[in-house]
């Protein structure tokens, strides 16, 4: 695998129920992102982590927790989610001077019913 | 704050035509600008970046933009246009600088290119 990979592509979830979205970059990079995108507004900034260490968080609701175990992996857990959650979600991840310069997964587009 | 505005949100274009993807910022600080491309079913890459020097900044792909101060825009152009361009074009400014990663992304632009 190579650059920012992300599992699952596609997810259809109930607003009962607990998933988690899975990235995973390839690049020694050192920060990872995630991103929402819904449709006629601009990326959302949701969370950065520096080092495993959470640096930004853009006043995203609780129902989003995410986890950087490491600087390879970062996950978004999800649970009773509204149906305006759904969206694309994007995942990124850059090298901590070059933070501008982020490198993109191809997303995983969730649908909460 | 920063913020961007791309005021064009569809573009259509036929093959080989000129375009301009039109791209302006606010901001009362230095910036970073950038421009993104998304394909289909794809996150989004980057295109080109002005960092400092030379307003006139190159990207892959054939794309260009021009960095101007005074009119507070970063528009992107490219000659001649190919099917493959199809795609959307997001403009993006760093705040603090860029090396936190804070990019400010506008709405896009879809650029349609037809045969």
């Known amino acids: 695998e190579t650059g920012v990979t992300q599992t699952p592509r596609h997810l259809v979830m109930g607003m009962t129920n607990k998933k988690s979205l899975k990235c995973e970059q390839h690049l020694g990079h050192n920060a990872m992102y995630w991103y929402k995108q819904s449709a006629k507004k601009p990326l959302e900034l949701m969370f950065v982590?520096?080092?495993?260490?959470?640096?930004e968080n853009n006043s995203v609701p609780s129902r989003f927790s995410p986890e950087c175990p490491n600087s390879s992996h970062l996950f978004l857990h999800l649970h009773t989610l509204q149906p305006e959650d759904s969206a694309l979600y994007l995942c990124?991840?850059?090298?901590?001077?070059?933070?501008?310069?982020?490198?993109f997964g191809p997303g995983t587009r969730l649908t909460v019913t | 704050a920063q913020s961007v505005t791309q005021l064009d949100s569809q573009v259509p274009v036929f093959e080989e035509a000129p375009v301009e993807l039109r791209c302006n910022y606010s901001s009362s600080v230095s910036v970073y600008l950038f421009w993104y491309v998304q394909y289909p079913n794809q996150g989004l890459q980057l295109l080109l970046k002005?960092?400092?020097?030379?307003?006139l900044v190159k990207g892959i792909n054939g794309f260009e933009a021009e960095f101007n101060k005074s009119q507070t825009s970063f528009h992107l152009r490219k000659p001649s246009v190919h099917i493959s361009d199809t795609a959307e074009y997001f403009c993006?400014?760093?705040?603090?600088?860029?090396?936190?990663?804070?990019?400010?992304f506008g709405k896009g632009t879809k650029l349609s290119v037809k045969p």
């Open positions: 002005y960092l400092s020097g030379s307003t």
């Open positions: 990124a991840s850059s090298q901590g001077s070059r933070g501008y310069e982020q490198y």
């Open positions: 982590y520096n080092f495993k260490e959470q640096t």
């Open positions: 993006a400014v760093s705040a603090n600088g860029g090396s936190q990663g804070n990019l400010i």
